[in-house]
Nanobody, 123 residues
Framework: QVQLVESGGGSVQAGGSLRLSCVAS????????MGWFRQAPGKEREFAAA????????YYADSVKGRFTISRDNAKNTVYLQMNSLKPEDTAVYYC????????????????WGQGTQVTVSS
């Protein structure tokens, strides 16, 4: 069992930055791939970024590539999402998720989910 708790959301103006954190409980974090997903009002949840268990492989959605950076610290059981050059269209609830070993972009492959943290970007 893995429990995930996100933090770091908030309100920011366009062009600003935020860093989201997701702390995992349980002994399997270091062998888990981690993903960040987001859900805007009235829209389906979508993939944003993912990272392999050792940080060696990362994936990004085209919409965030070059602006967002995913990273992890296995000693702290934490995965991060650094978000720069934020746009109003980045406004969403951001969720972290965990799955064994290999990162993926498909939500259905992730076994554990956090409760989400709200990010609001104003123009």
């Amino acid at each position: 069992q893995v429990q995930l708790v996100e933090s770091g959301g908030g309100s920011v103006q366009a062009g600003g930055s935020l860093r989201l954190s997701c702390v995992a409980s349980g002994r399997t974090f270091s062998s888990s791939a981690m993903g960040w997903f987001r859900q805007a009002p009235g829209k389906e949840r979508e993939f944003a970024a993912a990272i392999s268990w050792n940080g060696g492989t990362v994936y990004y959605a085209d919409s965030v590539k070059g602006r967002f950076t995913i990273s992890r610290d296995n000693a702290k059981n934490t995965v991060y999402l650094q978000m720069n050059s934020l746009k109003p269209e980045d406004t969403a609830v951001y969720y972290c998720a965990a799955k064994p070993l290999v990162p993926a972009t498909a939500m259905s492959l992730y076994r554990y989910w956090g409760q989400g943290t709200q990010v609001t970007v104003s123009s």
